[in-house]
C-alpha cells in the first residue's frame, strides 16, 4: 500500500527549490510567488530580483516567427524595459537578432533567488532557543548545544560550518549532531546515509518550524551515541571537502562587495596612476614596498643598500595587511599567487605610464626582482624599483 | 560621390528626393510615406508615434519657427500643416528606426559641434538617435549616408588581415591614396575584373575618428527573389550587400567586412598593389599568437569572483569534463557569480576545465555588459584567441581587444573562419 505524502513533504519540495542560491525560476507559479513573499519578506532567508524576458520565437509574437532563423529556437532573452540598452539583443541559442523596442514583444516574469546564509543562522538560533532558552553558542560557528529532556544535542548550521569540526566524521559519531543543510546540493551526500550523520533540509525546517527541529533532535537524543568507529556501515558520503568552502567563501566575497570598485586608490608615479585596481592587494604590496622603502631611506641607506624582500616575506606582509591570501582553483602557492600579483602590477604600472605619453618616467618595472641564492636554493627577491624616491 | 558632407542642407521646401531615400539609404517606406499624406488623421497619428522626445521636438519647433514653448501635441499639429517639411522630418524618423547606437555616434562626433552635441546627449553619454539624426539630414543629408553604410558594418563580423609582400614605401602616401576617389575605383574595377561574375561598385569612403578610413563597395551578390519594399510584391532581382573594407592609416593591415571575404580581400589587395606599386602585394590572416599561460591566467581572473579585473566568465563548453565519464559539458547562466562557483565546485572536486585547452570548445565572458564567445583555436604550432563580433559595435570589440591586450597581454583578433583560403578547422 502506498502511503499518500504527507502536506508537509509537499510544501517542502516547493521550497527547496527556491532556497537555492542563484536559482533562475521563469514563470514562477502562484504557489512559488507566496512562498517567495513569505522568505523574502518574513524570514529574509533569500533576496528576490525580478526581471522579464522574452522568447526568441513567440507563437503571441507572430512577427518573431517570420524572421527566425530557427523557427524552433527556445532561446530565452532577458529584457528589462527600464534598464536594457537600445541596441539590438542577440539570442544566446541562435544568434538571431532582437528590437525589443522597436517590435514589441510579449514579456514574462523571471525570478532570480539569492541566499541569505545569516538569515539562515538566525532562523536555526531562533528554534533551537525555542527549544531551549538557555542553549549555548559553541564558538563563532553557528551552532549551538541544547538540552532536550535530559540529553545534550547539538544543532548547526552546516554551510556555515565549514572546515570546523562540526562537520568532521569523528565528531559526528561521537557526538549526536543534527547538521541544518541550506545548500542541499552541495551536501546532498550528508542526506541519508550512515546513521549518525543527521541532516535536516532547511526548507524542510521552514515548513515544518520548532515542531520539526523539535522532533529530529529526539530522534538524535534517542540514538546510540558514540558510535563506534568499527561498528558503524561504510562511510557513506563523500569526503569533505574543503575546496567547496573556497568556493562559498568566494561567492561571498563577490556579494560583500557589490557596487563598483572602489577605483579611488591609486598609486601615483610622475603623477599617473599606475595602480587603479579595486584589488586591495595589488595596492597593499605596493604600499608595503614604498613603506620598507621610505624606511630604507629614513635611516640613510643608499640604492645600493635596499633591503629586498622575498615572495614568501611579502605573503607574510600581506596577511598582516590584508589578510589571508585566498587558494584559488589554480592550487598556486602563496609565493605563486605574489608572484602573480606582481607581474599584473607590472604590467598595469607600464600600460598606464604608456596611456599616458609618460614611459620616460620609469625605465624598468615598478617593482624589481633579481634572484638570490641561499641555502635551499635559488629565491626570487622584490623591491621597488630604485629610481622611485 | 567622394565628397565630404558639410553644411549642405536639403531643401526642405521641395519634395524629398525619391533616389536618395529609396536607392541610397534603401528605405523601402519612401513611398509609402508620401502616400500616407491623403490621410490626414492616419499622417498625424503617424507623426506622433514616430517623433518622440523633448530634443526632437526641439529641432520641430525650430524648423517650424516656433520660439515660444509650446506642447509637443500643438507642435505636432502645426508640423502635419507643414506637409512637406513634415514628410522629410517623417522619412528620418523612419530611417531612426533598426540603426544602432554606435554608427549614430561615430557620425555625430564626426559631424556636429559639441554646442549640438550637447543639447542631444543623455545623462548616460548617448545621443537622442531621433533628434541626432534630424540635425544630421538637416546639416548636410549625406551625413545619413554614412549612417546608414556604419550601421551595416557595425553590425557585422570583421576579418583581421595583414599586409605581406610589399617592399619599399608606397609612390603615394596611403591615406591621401584611399581618399582619392579615382584611385579606389580603379581598384575596386581591377578586383572586379578577376571576379568578372561580381556586379561590384564602389560607393564611398567614410573618415574614421581614429584617423582610418572606411572604404565601402556595393555588391549584387546573386540573383534571388526579392520582396518589393512598397508593396511587398515578390520580383526578381539581384540581393546586395555591402563590402567594408577599414584601412590601417598607413595601409599595412585591414580589416574585411562582408561575405564572401574572398571578395573583399581582392578589393583590398588591388588597393594595396596600386599604391605600393607592386603585383606582390597581398593581405594575409592577422594572426596574433598568444601563450597557454597567458590564456589560462586570464581565465583564473575571470572565474576568481576576488579579482580586479572585471570580467567573468558566464559560459564554457569543453569536449571532455573532468568529471568521472569526461562527457562534453556546457556550463552557462546569466549571472557569473553562479557560473563561477559552479566552475570552482567542478574544479575544487573533479579538477581543472581549463588545463588543456584543446578541450576547451568556447567560453563567454560577460565584460561592459556584452556577452563574448571567445575561441582557443591552435593552428599549426601557434594558439590563437579569436572573438565573434558579429554583433557586437565595432567601437565595444576595440574596447574589449584593449582590455583584452592592458590586462592579461592577450591580442584578440575576430574570429577568422571567413578568411579567404582557410577554411573552418584549416591548420595554417
Ligand atoms: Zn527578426
Ligand atoms: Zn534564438
Ligand atoms: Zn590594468
Ligand atoms: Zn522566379
Keep these: 500500500m502506498k502511503a499518500r505524502p504527507a502536506p508537509a513533504e509537499d510544501e517542502a519540495r516547493i521550497v527547496a527549490p527556491l532556497l537555492d542560491d542563484g536559482r533562475v525560476i521563469d514563470w514562477p507559479r502562484p504557489e512559488q510567488e507566496s512562498w517567495l513573499a513569505r522568505l523574502e519578506g518574513d524570514l529574509g532567508l533569500v533576496s528576490v530580483r525580478r526581471t522579464t524576458f522574452f522568447l526568441c520565437v513567440d507563437p503571441r509574437d507572430p512577427e518573431s516567427q517570420v524572421h527566425a532563423p530557427d523557427p524552433d529556437c527556445r532561446g530565452r532573452i532577458p529584457f528589462d524595459r527600464d534598464s536594457a540598452p537600445s541596441d539590438p539583443l542577440r539570442c544566446d541559442a541562435c544568434g538571431h537578432e532582437h528590437w525589443p523596442r522597436e517590435r514589441p514583444r510579449t514579456l514574462y516574469p523571471r525570478v532570480i533567488v539569492s541566499a541569505r546564509l545569516a538569515s539562515a543562522a538566525a532562523l536555526v538560533e531562533r528554534g533551537v532557543r525555542a527549544i531551549d532558552r538557555r542553549a549555548r553558542p559553541l564558538g563563532d560557528a553557528p551552532a549551538w548545544r541544547l538540552a532536550l529532556g535530559r540529553k545534550e544535542t547539538i544543532a548547526c548550521l552546516l554551510d556555515g560550518c565549514l572546515g570546523t569540526e562540526f562537520e568532521t566524521d569523528e565528531f559526528c559519531r561521537a557526538h549526536p549532531v543534527l547538521h541544518v543543510v541550506a545548500a542541499r546540493r552541495l551536501h546532498a551526500d550528508r542526506m541519508g546515509g550512515a546513521p549518525w550523520i543527521r541532516a535536516l533540509p532547511l526548507a524542510e525546517l521552514v515548513v515544518e518550524g520548532v515542531e520539526g527541529l523539535r522532533r529530529r533532535l529526539g530522534e538524535l537524543a534517542g540514538a546510540a551515541y558514540p558510535y563506534a568507529a568499527a561498528a558503524g556501515p561504510a562511510r557513506v558520503h563523500l569526503p569533505v571537502r574543503p575546496e567547496h568552502a573556497a568556493a562559498l567563501a568566494a561567492v561571498r566575497a563577490a556579494e560583500r562587495a557589490p557596487g563598483p570598485a572602489p577605483w579611488d586608490e591609486q598609486y601615483r608615479v610622475a603623477g599617473v596612476a599606475v595602480v587603479t585596481s579595486a584589488q586591495p592587494r595589488l595596492i597593499a604590496i605596493v604600499r608595503h614596498l614604498a613603506a620598507v622603502r621610505a624606511e630604507e631611506v629614513r635611516r640613510g641607506r643608499g640604492a645600493a643598500d635596499y633591503r629586498w624582500l622575498s615572495a614568501l616575506d611579502i605573503a607574510v606582509a600581506l596577511d598582516d595587511l590584508v589578510g589571508p591570501l585566498r587558494r584559488g582553483a589554480d592550487n598556486a602557492t602563496n609565493e605563486e599567487t605574489v608572484d602573480r600579483y606582481i607581474r599584473t602590477v607590472n604590467r598595469d604600472a607600464h600600460d598606464a605610464l604608456a596611456a599616458a605619453g609618460r614611459e620616460d618616467a620609469l625605465d624598468g618595472p615598478l617593482i624589481e626582482s633579481r634572484t638570490e641564492r641561499d641555502e635551499e636554493g635559488t629565491v626570487r627577491q622584490y623591491a621597488l624599483s630604485p629610481r622611485l624616491a | ?428
Design chain 2, 1 to 428: 560621390m567622394g565628397r565630404t558632407p558639410g553644411s549642405r542642407r536639403p531643401d526642405i521646401t521641395r519634395e524629398p528626393d525619391a533616389e536618395f531615400w529609396r536607392e541610397d539609404l534603401r528605405m523601402g517606406q519612401y513611398d509609402d510615406v508620401r502616400s500616407a499624406r491623403v490621410d490626414p488623421a492616419a499622417f498625424r497619428k503617424r507623426l506622433a508615434q514616430r517623433i518622440t522626445g523633448a530634443a526632437a521636438m526641439k529641432v520641430v519647433a525650430s524648423e517650424l519657427g516656433v520660439r515660444k514653448p509650446v506642447s509637443h501635441k500643438d507642435l505636432l499639429d502645426a508640423l502635419a500643416e507643414e506637409a512637406t517639411l513634415a514628410t522629410h522630418l517623417l522619412l528620418v524618423a523612419e530611417f531612426a528606426q533598426f540603426k544602432r547606437d554606435a554608427p549614430i555616434a561615430d557620425v555625430v562626433d564626426l559631424a556636429l559641434p559639441e554646442a549640438v552635441r550637447a543639447g542631444i546627449r543623455s545623462e548616460a553619454g548617448r545621443y537622442d538617435r531621433l533628434a541626432a539624426l534630424l540635425h544630421l539630414y538637416l546639416d548636410d543629408r549625406d551625413w545619413l549616408r554614412y549612417v546608414f553604410g556604419l550601421n551595416e558594418w557595425h553590425r557585422k563580423g570583421s576579418v583581421p588581415m595583414v599586409l605581406a609582400g610589399q617592399s619599399g614605401a608606397p609612390f603615394r602616401p596611403f591615406a591621401e591614396f584611399v581618399r582619392d576617389p579615382a584611385e579606389v575605383e580603379h581598384a575596386v574595377w581591377e578586383a572586379r575584373k578577376r571576379h568578372p561574375a561580381r556586379r561590384l561598385t564602389f560607393e564611398q569612403v567614410i573618415p574614421r575618428d581614429d584617423g582610418r578610413f572606411l572604404l565601402v563597395a556595393r555588391h549584387e551578390v546573386r540573383r534571388d527573389h526579392l520582396r518589393r519594399p512598397d508593396d511587398g510584391r515578390l520580383e526578381h532581382g539581384y540581393r546586395e550587400d555591402l563590402l567594408f573594407l577599414h584601412f590601417a592609416v598607413d595601409g599595412t593591415a585591414v580589416d574585411l567586412v562582408g561575405e564572401p571575404t574572398a571578395l573583399v580581400a581582392a578589393v583590398a589587395d588591388e588597393v594595396a598593389r596600386a599604391c605600393f606599386r607592386s603585383r606582390d602585394c597581398r593581405y594575409v590572416p592577422d594572426r596574433q599568437r598568444a601563450t597557454d599561460e597567458a590564456i589560462q591566467a586570464f581565465l583564473r581572473a575571470a572565474t576568481d569572483p576576488e579579482d580586479p579585473r572585471r570580467v567573468a566568465l558566464v559560459e564554457v563548453m569543453v569536449t571532455s569534463s573532468p568529471l568521472p565519464g569526461h562527457s562534453r559539458l556546457l556550463l552557462t547562466g546569466e549571472e557569473p557569480a553562479a557560473v563561477i562557483a559552479d566552475v570552482l565546485h567542478i574544479e575544487g572536486t573533479y579538477g581543472s576545465l581549463f588545463e588543456d585547452l584543446d578541450a576547451v570548445e568556447w567560453v563567454k565572458v560577460l565584460h561592459a555588459g556584452n556577452r563574448w564567445r571567445l575561441t582557443f583555436p591552435r593552428p599549426g604550432d601557434a594558439r590563437l584567441v579569436q572573438y565573434m563580433d558579429g554583433g557586437v559595435d565595432k567601437r565595444k570589440c576595440r574596447q574589449f581587444e584593449a582590455y583584452l591586450n592592458e590586462h592579461f597581454g592577450l591580442v584578440a583578433r575576430p574570429s577568422d573562419k571567413a578568411a579567404p583560403g582557410l577554411p573552418a578547422g584549416a591548420t595554417a
